[in-house]
């Protein structure tokens, strides 16, 4: 079995100072794995030029893609590493209002995404977007209130449900805590964090379950 992802060698540097450096690891569907560092130590670093929000210095992020197969990320153009955010990739922000659209209701916060990837048919987007909500413990009826009157709870609650509305192979998490009630059981985790707290996650989708 060919790992999911693949990160070789990735060193972050912040002109003299080390966000981090040479790190290797390969992820498998279904795998869990842990990552663990004090508060400043790199994790956040890591996952974002994970993510390519950072461009590393060096190394590469192999993401094994659906069409092409093993892709180095950061070589990508900037509209290949967009289609797979709305594919295949995810990224939860660390305080869940920085990843919705405050003045849009949490249906079209959803629908938006399902739209980006071929969705059309108004009545199929609205199903699928209370579906998911049910699945993340919030009233179908609160499908048209804007996320700005979420209680903080339902907003981390939200965000997995504007995620995991789209099929995705594997998400980056930062701040786990909140969603640790919200039992999705098609993923695998990755934990990123410190000693008394979980800041920063990486999931693994199995294309088997």
Same mark, same amino acid.
């Given at each position: 079995?060919?790992?999911?992802?693949?990160?070789?060698? %990735?060193?972050?540097?912040?002109?003299?100072? +080390?966000?981090? *450096?040479?790190?290797?690891?390969?992820?498998?569907?279904?795998?869990?794995?842990?990552?663990?560092?004090?508060?400043?130590?790199?994790?956040?670093?890591?996952?974002?030029?994970?993510?390519?929000?950072?461009?590393?210095?060096?190394?590469? #992020?192999?993401?094994?893609?659906?069409?092409?197969?093993?892709?180095? @990320?950061?070589?990508?153009?900037?509209?290949?590493?967009?289609?797979?955010?709305?594919?295949?990739?995810?990224?939860?922000?660390?305080?869940?209002?920085?990843?919705?659209?405050?003045?849009?209701?949490?249906?079209?916060? +959803?629908?938006?995404? %399902?739209?980006?990837?071929?969705?059309?048919?108004?009545?199929?987007?609205?199903?699928? @977007?209370?579906?998911? %909500?049910? =699945?993340?413990?919030?009233? *179908?009826?609160?499908?048209?209130? =804007?996320?700005?009157?979420?209680?903080?709870?339902?907003?981390?609650?939200?965000?997995?449900?504007?995620?995991?509305?789209?099929?995705?192979?594997?998400?980056?998490?930062?701040?786990?805590?909140?969603?640790?009630?919200?039992?999705?059981?098609? #993923?695998?985790?990755?934990?990123?964090?410190?000693?008394?707290?979980?800041? *920063?996650?990486? %999931?693994?989708?199995?294309?088997?379950?």
């Amino acid at each position: 079995m060919n790992p999911l992802l693949s990160v070789k060698g %990735l060193t972050k540097r912040y002109g003299a100072f +080390v966000g981090c *450096a040479d790190i290797s690891f390969d992820l498998y569907p279904g795998e869990v794995m842990g990552i663990v560092g004090e508060s400043g130590s790199g994790k956040s670093t890591l996952l974002n030029c994970m993510a390519g929000h950072l461009t590393p210095d060096e190394g590469q #992020v192999v993401f094994d893609t659906r069409a092409d197969g093993p892709r180095d @990320t950061i070589t990508m153009s900037e509209p290949e590493r967009r289609m797979l955010g709305r594919t295949d990739w995810a990224y939860v922000h660390q305080h869940a209002r920085d990843g919705l659209r405050m003045g849009v209701s949490a249906g079209g916060n +959803v629908g938006e995404r %399902l739209m980006a990837v071929g969705a059309r048919h108004y009545g199929q987007i609205r199903e699928k @977007t209370t579906d998911w %909500l049910g =699945r993340v413990e919030i009233d *179908a009826s609160r499908v048209d209130d =804007r996320p700005t009157t979420f209680s903080a709870g339902c907003s981390n609650a939200y965000r997995l449900h504007a995620i995991w509305s789209r099929a995705h192979a594997w998400c980056l998490w930062m701040n786990l805590q909140a969603g640790l009630m919200f039992p999705f059981k098609r #993923v695998s985790w990755i934990y990123c964090g410190g000693l008394y707290a979980i800041w *920063a996650c990486l %999931l693994s989708l199995s294309p088997t379950t």
